[in-house]
């Protein structure tokens, strides 16, 4: 019998222990807790900002001045803070790190895509979780297509595996992404 060609032609990306994947509950606490320190940071420019313009003496609102300090700083926040060593404070407490598929920090890229997927879609956060309570590697559907990983901190790649693209068919439509396979599964 002829041994059977494994394609490579996506690369090779890491996968982990299933014991090192946050469950639901702890990734939804690091949610909320991010949400609410994002939404203090919101309510605190706010304030700032309306003080400052009332001192001013201004006739002008300050809802455009706010808008774009807040959307920084939740870009920062989101993506430069939780791609790197620090990581947020929602992450930190609940133990938790995001890696990619090599194993190292995401780019700056995927991290901004990753948030403009949850902030614009075409997934919404209820997809997304419950995605995560089905999908055998537990990573969101933000987490597939961006090629990411939410891990616990002190987690360490169990292997590498070759790459394919896996397909799911639902609701009419077939989305795709590369997916590390882990060896003894078919593709």
Same mark, same amino acid.
Request: hydrophobic share 45%.
């Given at each position: 019998?002829?041994?059977?060609?494994?394609?490579?032609?996506?690369?090779?990306?890491?996968?982990?222990?299933?014991?090192?994947?946050?469950?639901?509950?702890?990734?939804?606490?690091?949610?909320?807790?991010?949400?609410?320190?994002?939404?203090?940071?919101?309510?605190?420019?706010?304030?700032?900002?309306?003080?400052?313009?009332?001192?001013?003496?201004?006739?002008?609102?300050?809802?455009?001045?706010?808008?774009?300090?807040?959307?920084?700083?939740?870009?920062?926040?989101?993506?430069?803070?939780?791609?790197?060593?620090?990581?947020?404070?929602?992450?930190?407490?609940?133990?938790?790190?995001?890696?990619?598929?090599?194993?190292?920090?995401?780019?700056?890229?995927?991290?901004?895509?990753?948030?403009?997927?949850?902030?614009?879609?075409?997934?919404?956060?209820?997809?997304?979780?419950?995605?995560? $309570?089905?999908?055998?590697?537990?990573?969101?559907?933000?987490?597939?297509?961006?090629?990411?990983?939410?891990?616990? $901190?002190?987690?360490?790649?169990?292997?590498?595996?070759?790459?394919?693209?896996?397909?799911?068919?639902?609701?009419?439509?077939?989305?795709?992404?590369?997916?590390?396979?882990?060896?003894?599964?078919?593709?």
């Amino acid at each position: 019998m002829k041994p059977q060609h494994v394609d490579h032609s996506l690369g090779e990306g890491i996968y982990f222990a299933h014991e090192s994947y946050p469950g639901f509950i702890r990734r939804l606490i690091a949610m909320m807790i991010d949400g609410a320190i994002l939404t203090f940071a919101g309510i605190a420019i706010w304030i700032l900002l309306a003080l400052l313009f009332y001192v001013l003496e201004t006739d002008r609102s300050p809802e455009t001045l706010h808008i774009a300090i807040w959307l920084t700083i939740i870009w920062v926040y989101m993506t430069v803070i939780k791609r790197s060593w620090l990581r947020t404070i929602g992450y930190r407490l609940s133990g938790l790190q995001i890696v990619d598929t090599r194993g190292s920090r995401p780019s700056l890229m995927k991290m901004t895509f990753r948030l403009l997927m949850w902030i614009f879609g075409p997934f919404n956060f209820i997809l997304d979780l419950m995605w995560l $309570a089905a999908d055998s590697e537990q990573q969101t559907l933000r987490d597939c297509y961006c090629g990411t990983y939410v891990v616990r $901190a002190t987690a360490q790649p169990e292997g590498s595996a070759p790459m394919h693209l896996t397909r799911y068919f639902a609701t009419g439509l077939a989305p795709s992404y590369p997916r590390v396979v882990r060896p003894g599964k078919v593709a």
